[in-house]
């Protein structure tokens, strides 16, 4: 039977306003009657763009993670964890990480029956160190579930060393029947360590979204590093010391673009065996933060790119919050601004070059070995046939159909493919 493809356009109309604005009311009220503990997420309790956009993300990349999860026969239960979780709802009504993850869970859980596939048994772990964001949270989450039941839910009131090793405990228990993805949002980087994330992805069961104020990482990494011993400066020194060795560029006072920087990051993220991606989101001409998108699975990061490219149709790596007149822009809610060809045709050219070095560099380059190399190179493997049919067109490049024999008629630059473990076309560069 067809399977129904699992829509994933971004619903401007979170959940009922009737639901929400009992929320936002005891919000206020606490903020202004509470000294200590006072319940924090962004200034003035207003969703900002870069802040959509990263949740924007995280929910449609999690709605095809469920779906996929949910067709799988092996897989027997799914396990969301939301370590910075933040109350789950701003003052103009925008939902933060946890209601995100719900919504999501809630619309493939009601998909998958469609297609006769039933629900699996998911859950939704939140956690913040602040008790009152916590308390509304909970109470949003049970009341959205109780309405309308979905998953099994859980909150802590944890600091971050203890909520991860929590969660280590947890994977440790778990069957091979079981997947996890891990949202890790904190305010900085102080909380974040390398032996952390590895022990969150040992057992290769888990994907890890990670968010970073690269920005401000970038800015002060040379003075960090210096003989400065200021307290502020130590949780920055502590993390790049911990991620690079003493002769890496970002240690060593190398001049760096920021999107140089990004990738250096994304690439000491892989820890040798996983996949990592990562999408920056960009607010005013400085100011960048970044996710980071670590997977051991190439599908999870077949998946991501192509959530990445649906929201930057230019370029499929971030999004661009443009200052004008010392006032932010409002920009429409897909997040991007006017699009320019030229930047994707930019793009396209890279791949062409990029595409072709390696082909010509690999004689008889398989199909396997394409598809890996071009999400990698962070495109879709659409984007590499769209390249591969001008080719033909130019007689540039032969296509080979290693079973019949012959000139291949397919590409077979797909997951499905792929997961064969066995090339079925390889690529030749004619001249």
Known sequence: MAKKKLATK?????FPEEEIKPFIKEKRLKAKTEKSGEIKFSSNDEMKPHSEAKVTLYKQYLEKYLAILGVVKFITKVNIFDIFCGTGVYKNGKEGSPIAAFNAIRKVQEFLPTINYVSKPTTLTINDGNPNSIKVVSDILKNLNQKNPCCDLYFHQSDA???????????????????NLIFIDPTGYKEIYRSDLQRLLITRQSEVILFLPVSFMHRFRNV????????????????????????HPIRCNSEMEIYEFINYIREVLKFDEFFCTSFYLQRGANNYYALFFITPSILGLDRIIETKWKLDEDRGQGFI??????????????????????????RMDFL??????FIKSHPNCDNRELYEFILNKDFRPTHAIQI???WQKLKTIQLWDLEKGKEA????????????????VTYKILN
């Not at 909520?163 to 079981?178: A, F, V």
């Not at 062409?352 to 070095?357: D, F, I, K, S």
């Not at 008629?409 to 079925?424: E, I, P, V």
Request: proline share 3%.
């Open 409 to 424: 008629r397919g590409y077979n630059l797909k997951y499905d493919s792929y997961k064969l473990k066995k090339a079925t």
């Open 224 to 247: 960090v590093q210096s003989s400065f011993q200021k307290p502020a400066y130590q949780p920055l020194k502590r993390f790049l010391s911990d991620f690079f060795n003493e002769s």
């Open 321 to 346: 919050y443009e200052e004008k007149k010392k006032k932010l822009q409002e920009v429409q809610l897909n997040i991007f601004s006017v699009k320019k060809p030229s930047e994707f045709e930019r």
């Open 10 to 14: 971004f619903d401007l109309k979170l």
């Open 352 to 357: 062409e070059q990029e595409m072709y070095n």
């Open 388 to 390: 591969l049919k001008k």
């Open 161 to 179: 060393a203890e909520m991860i090793n929590y969660i280590i405990n947890k994977l440790s228990k778990q069957s091979n029947t079981e997947r």
